[in-house]
């Protein structure tokens, strides 16, 4: 069964850090793209940074310039996302997801989604 698994999320207060983790199953994540993508309710689901398969990381939010990076480590079969300077608005469901062509903002050419995983930032 193919299948990404997010973890990591919580409460943190504002100003703090969280480091979520996407592992796959059954799916070698050095042959896509992964990208992280968040949503809160009502909204729809926004892409936020990605990886490709050369490791060249593409940020599609401008509010998260400088406070969140992604890497992977394709022996652990993981990629990360590491957040910092974390704010209120920061807050959401994030979600990895797989993407067999190249890092995108359009959630539609991702093909493997995992189940998500909740951040909460607030004091």
């Known amino acids: 069964q193919v299948q990404l698994v997010e973890s990591g999320g919580g409460l943190v207060q504002p100003g703090g850090s969280l480091r979520l983790s996407c592992v796959g199953s059954g799916i070698t994540l050095d042959y896509y793209a992964i990208g992280w993508f968040r949503q809160v309710p009502g909204k729809e689901r926004e892409a936020v940074l990605c990886?490709?398969?050369?490791?060249?990381?593409?940020y599609y939010m401008d509010s998260v310039q400088g406070r969140f990076t992604i890497s992977r480590d394709n022996a652990a079969r993981s990629v990360y996302l590491q957040m910092n300077s974390l704010k209120p608005e920061d807050t959401a469901v994030y979600y990895c997801?797989?993407?067999?062509?190249?890092?995108?903002?359009?959630?539609?050419?991702?093909?493997?989604w995992g189940q998500g995983t909740q951040v909460t930032v607030s004091s």
């Open positions: 990886i490709d398969r050369n490791d060249a990381s593409s």
């Open positions: 997801a797989a993407a067999t062509r190249r890092c995108t903002v359009v959630a539609d050419w991702y093909h493997v």
